[in-house]
């Protein structure tokens, strides 16, 4: 099936409600609000390295991943950022344009493809305006990334590298739904604000322990349960802060 065709697709099942909606925040809406908006969103595809937005660039659309993973980074010098948090089908990214925020301070970059559902940031400006059924959802998911992100502060600040890949990995795997991750040193290092001679060296030690297995750009997960209990206490806190965001 085509790319067009593809999308065409599921944008006419969203529409007739043949097919559930796969975004959480999307999901939580009341039926009459999300029919409304519906007819705004727009299907697209997430590519592996895609950058959504820059620093200081203005947010022109507002998506709401259905799969894959994106990540938002802070840049502290030309060639240099962390991660402050990543998103899938749990959340929005660009959500502050609908408080009329329309500026990106963050870089975010697709990290496992997907796809997702936009809109133009304008658009769900009026609707956040207009509807008072987007407050508590947006605002609920505000605060699990905000929460997100201040335990990925203190997570890169204290634990060791081998823990922090440990953790990464499982916290991607969960929104990829795959154990197969295409991912190179390279790209885990920026990902991880650390050199990439360390991301080698905690990968290795993963992969000795048969945990994983590393070639040529892609990871596979061979053992999550001993992947978890390697990886530091921040992957069960950030799972523990969506639980209780989505929790009704």
Not at 32 to 41: C, E, I, P
Not at 137 to 147: I, K, V, Y
Request: hydrophobic share 45%; proline share 4%; glycine share 6%.
């Amino acid at each position: 099936m085509g790319l067009k065709i593809k999308h065409e697709f599921m944008l006419r099942a969203l529409r007739t409600a043949e097919s559930p909606v796969q975004n959480r925040l999307l999901a939580a809406l009341p039926p009459k609000d999300f029919k409304r908006l519906v007819q705004s969103l727009e299907p697209v595809s997430l590519t592996f390295g895609q950058v959504l937005y820059e620093p200081g660039e203005r947010i022109q659309h507002v998506y709401f991943p259905l799969s894959g993973v994106i990540s938002l980074l802070i840049i502290v010098a030309p060639r240099k950022a962390a991660e402050v948090a990543v998103v899938g089908n749990e959340g929005v990214i660009g959500g502050s344009a609908a408080l009329g925020i329309d500026v990106s301070h963050l870089r975010a970059v697709v990290q496992g493809a997907g796809t997702a559902l936009r809109i133009s940031s304008l658009r769900l400006y009026k609707e956040f305006k207009t509807h008072d059924a987007w407050y508590r959802e947006l605002f609920r998911f505000t605060d699990a990334l905000m929460n997100q992100a201040a335990q990925t502060a203190a997570c890169n600040r204290f634990h060791p590298v081998e823990a922090r890949l440990a953790r990464w990995l499982l916290a991607t795997r969960d929104r990829v739904g795959s154990h197969h991750l295409h991912l190179t040193h390279e790209f885990l290092s920026r990902m991880l604000g650390v050199r990439r001679v360390a991301v080698s060296a905690a990968a290795a030690k993963l992969q000795k322990r048969r945990l994983i297995t590393y070639t040529r750009g892609v990871i596979q997960l061979l053992n999550p349960p001993g992947l978890a209990a390697t990886a530091c206490e921040c992957y069960k806190s950030i799972k523990e802060i969506y639980r209780r965001s989505y929790r009704t």
